[in-house]
């Protein structure tokens, strides 16, 4: 059985914890965690270390921390040539210290605290320097999802930019929409469904066919009516013009 | 039992046509469609008129054309004080000829042609001139849909805004998302359910609670990481600067 060992105790750390514990193909060796308590509800003591020097030899070790922090923690590690992966989206493969052998082992998700997640469904993109490393990161990653892929570090960035489009500025677009129904007294409520059908549809559709609304429709007429009906939120009117402004210009594309 | 004609042969009209089918509190009387092929695969021939005069006598005409052919529509109709509704997010009320009662059945919804869709899920916006008119609507309406709101017509102008932005908006930031995939040779499937996630994650968050991301954590180390990579590609550089500097803005008034 492939052992694992995870560093770290935040967010991402912990869902892998719980990933790693259901899954009867991994063997979870321990944690590293600074604070015994952060992960003492998922991991029976004696697997939680505070100290590095306490590490046991695993197959990988999994560096799930703050992307600031990656580089540090590599380089705190007190063994060498064992194979490191770090779990960001946004740091390159070779910030990882040199004396062992780097990986990536990013999970593509939002995680929240509180929000159990099904780890099956969640696409995990790796790499390694070597074909023997990328077969350790794939026998873990296949353990516990089924969507596994193999992504190098100039695209895991183009991923993550990706990324910050479809979920952080999707999700800012989400609070616009909430602003003006709190404004005119009406319950968010109301375009929750709109908001999954959404997402829904580009599972079956590109998003350039399931494309609607004024702008899709070049209806100036309309597009000028939300303009004057914005005119007092000038944050969301600048916003609007944009992003009109760039569907437009793809439908001439066409 | 509550008696209900559609006049339009639409994306919206074949849905609603669908959903009184299949509704035991809702006789479908007749379906009013410029060309009977239209409509002929849902409704039997006897129930199809091409011919205004030829509409019988129901509770309620529900107009469901497009945006622009409301008002010529419904001057047409042979009829007077009959209980006649459009069902557009984005035109007034008053925009229905006065010869009849006006009101408006107005499903929150993106229809596409060939999905079918859960109606009791889906919001409908009523709006009327009396309150007899509004009980009317009201029937017709929970026969189909658990969510029925009394929405007036300035209300469901924000509406129609707020709908803009979480639905035609965010399908455009899809569409950066899959076309920054495809210019890094990954397939869009990868971004898929982090799309569903950050849907889903606002039915138990606030947008603003579930607001993650480098714009977010005042990033900008990250932020100018992705703007060096989105150098060549004007348009989707500019959005990011937009959301990027509004998120950055809400972090503040906090």
């Known amino acids: 059985m492939i052992r694992v060992s995870i560093i770290g105790s935040g967010n991402v750390a912990q869902h892998l914890i719980k990933a790693f514990i259901n899954c009867p193909d991994v063997s979870l060796e321990q944690v590293f965690s600074r604070s015994e308590s952060a992960v003492s509800h998922l991991v029976s003591p004696d697997k939680i270390t505070t100290d590095y020097a306490k590490l046991s030899p695993v197959d990988l070790y999994l560096i799930a921390v703050s992307d600031n922090a990656i580089a540090e923690v590599s380089s705190q590690l007190p063994f060498q040539n064992q194979l490191v992966a770090h779990t960001s989206g946004s740091v390159p ?8 052998r780097s990986g990536v082992f990013y999970p593509l998700q939002t995680f929240s605290k509180n929000k159990p997640v099904d780890f099956t469904t969640i696409p995990i993109c790796l790499e390694s320097q070597t074909a023997a490393d990328y077969a350790i990161l794939e026998t873990v990653a296949n353990a516990i ?10 695209q895991r960035k183009a991923l993550h930019v990706a990324a910050v489009f479809v979920n952080n500025f999707t999700n800012h677009l989400y609070e616009i929409g909430a602003d003006i129904c709190q404004k005119n007294n009406m319950p968010f409520d109301i375009l929750k469904p709109l908001i999954r ?20 429709r070049n209806d100036t007429q309309t597009i000028a009516a939300h303009l004057d009906f914005l005119k007092t939120e000038e944050k969301a ?6 992003l009109t402004k760039s569907i437009l210009e793809n439908g001439k594309k066409l």
Chains 1, 2 share one sequence.
Do not use: W
Not at 197 to 216: D, F, N, R, Y
């Open 237 to 242: 009117r600048h916003i609007y013009e944009i």
């Open 93 to 100: 493969m070779q910030r990882l210290d040199h004396k062992n």
């Open 145 to 154: 999802s089924k969507h596994v892929f193999n992504i190098d570090s100039q």
């Open 197 to 216: 059908e959404t997402a829904e549809k580009i599972t079956h559709l590109s998003p350039k066919e399931a494309q609607t609304g004024p702008a899709k």
